[in-house]
């Protein structure tokens, strides 16, 4: 029962963050992939395509058609000790679909859908907050992928990236 009610009310400060940091944003500014900057880490095969920085959130699948399978490395290269990676929802009480990503930490995420939103928020002791997605994530598509099914889950999650690539066995 406790750990329900501080699953919920993480949950509902997760909510009220986005809320809060989406009203205190005036105007939509895209950036482009091509700007980020690409660590000598990302896996061989990897592009910076597919996806895009948005007013502080990354935004998955851009141009992706329905059923039309990715896979996304997302790297915390922040000084973060912890980052919590969550898709907003639209129910007040759900907690919607999140993971944990430690500093200098790796995860796969397999998505088939278009335009799907995560929100970023930083842990540092005695501390967590929204913050910029594109000031501590690191992202790459790998469209090489051999995957049986469809379908968006999270394929190895906070890991090395050797790790996170043996596990998917590319």
């Known amino acids: ?36 900057t690409q660590s000598q880490n990302i896996p061989e095969g990897c592009s910076s395509e597919g996806f895009t920085f948005q007013n502080g959130q990354l935004i998955l699948g851009l141009g992706n058609g329905l059923f039309n399978q990715q896979v996304y490395f997302v790297h915390n290269n922040s000084d973060y000790e ?20 430690d500093q200098g930490q790796w995860s796969a995420l397999a998505m088939n859908q278009s335009n799907f939103v995560i929100n970023c928020f930083g842990r540092k002791p005695g501390a967590i907050g929204y913050v910029d997605c594109k000031a501590v994530l690191e992202v790459c598509s790998y469209s090489k992928a051999k995957m049986g099914g469809g379908g968006s889950y999270w394929m190895s999650e906070n890991k090395s990236l050797s790790d996170t690539i043996s596990s998917l066995r590319m």
């Open 82 to 101: 912890q980052l919590l990676l969550s898709h907003p929802t639209n129910t007040a009480m759900s907690a919607g679909w999140e993971s944990r990503l």
């Open 1 to 36: 029962m406790k750990t329900k009610l501080i699953v919920i009310l993480f949950s509902l400060l997760i909510i009220l963050s986005v809320a809060l940091a989406q009203t205190e944003q005036t105007t939509p500014t895209e950036t482009s992939t091509d700007e980020l």
